[in-house]
């Protein structure tokens, strides 16, 4: 790829995406466009009759400190004491409510929605119309969860495509992730699910030195019920606000698959990162 800048030393990406949010959600709509076969995205059989959740990788640029020029950042919750798995960072979305999505839904194939805004929204309505009707409930659920966590306004939020589905066994759950663009916003109102929001420069996560191995242990009462012992994970650290936020688990998942397909980025291998260990908590898995 022409115009590539070495990064760290290691890795290359093309800076000229970074410093150009317009060229650079123009990269994002084309590589997502590729892959917007229905099946790809939407069917896995290893992950049929659970929960239904869509979630929204926000992508726009933020003052990551106060007084300091924004850039582009991925946008995440961190969760809140009060819901399950207190502490980590999440992309806003959950499960789709059937007695209200459907008719977001519906708003979402008028003119001048996120949806109908997106480039490949005629050719896929009309080529899979089975496939367009679950894409439009699965963007409505989103963006309606995203209002409901961080105030995140629709109108503001341009869609730049899906991301093939995630499935979580232990949480009986698919996931299906919605990549969208905040164009004007720079505030978010947590709700109480909320504990903060957190904006990582796009920069930091394409830096393979902010990579480690994070190693849970988990409590004897809490390995019986999930049938898990002491496992290792890939995340990313980032300092933030005189902490380390982890970012680990399926949003990790999610942001890896991003990077690889839009920058051919790819982390250094698990076992050579460094070790960051930790206790799951016990109340970790508790539900509302």
Known sequence: MAGMAVLDGTHRLDAALIDNPGLLQSHILRVLGKHCDGNALFQMDDCRGVASSSVMLLLGRQAVRDGETPEVCIILNKRSSKVPQPGDLCCPGGTVEK????????????????LSRWPH??????EQPQHARLMSLLLAAGLRESWEEMRLNPFFTRFLGPLPAQCLLLFQRIIYPMVGWVSYQ???IPSWEVEKV???PLRSLLNPFQYA?????????????????TKD??????PCQGQTEILW????????????QLFGFNMPPLKRLPLVPAVLDENYMNRR
């Open 121 to 126: 929204w005629e050719h896929y309505r009309l």
């Open 213 to 229: 191995r994070y190693r849970l242990y988990v409590p004897a009462s809490l390995e019986k019920k999930i049938h898990w012992d």
């Open 99 to 114: 007695s209200l999505d459907p008719y977001l839904a519906k708003l979402l194939w008028l003119p001048g929605s996120p």
């Open 198 to 200: 957190v904006a990582i």
């Open 249 to 260: 688990g399926v949003t990790f998942r999610i942001v890896e698959y991003f990077l690889e």
């Open 233 to 238: 994970f890939p995340c990313f650290l980032y």
């Open 186 to 188: 720079k505030k978010f």
